[in-house]
């Protein structure tokens, strides 16, 4: 039973996570082999004061 954590910065709609949860799920059991229904996807929101990239 695959767990999937996404984390991403605030701001998406739930519509936007089922839309990418989905797709994740597809994936991950087309090259797993496990059963779509056994895979969770889940996601946690950052706020954005608390993300920091440094770009080089």
């Not at 695959?2 to 936007?16: N, Y």
């Amino acid at each position: 039973m695959p767990f999937i954590h996404v984390e991403l910065l605030e701001g998406r709609s739930p519509q936007a996570k089922e839309a990418m949860a989905k797709e994740i799920i597809e994936v991950v059991s087309k090259h797993s082999g496990a059963p779509a229904e056994r895979i969770h996807v889940v996601f946690q929101d950052m706020k954005k004061e608390n993300y920091f990239h440094n770009p080089k």
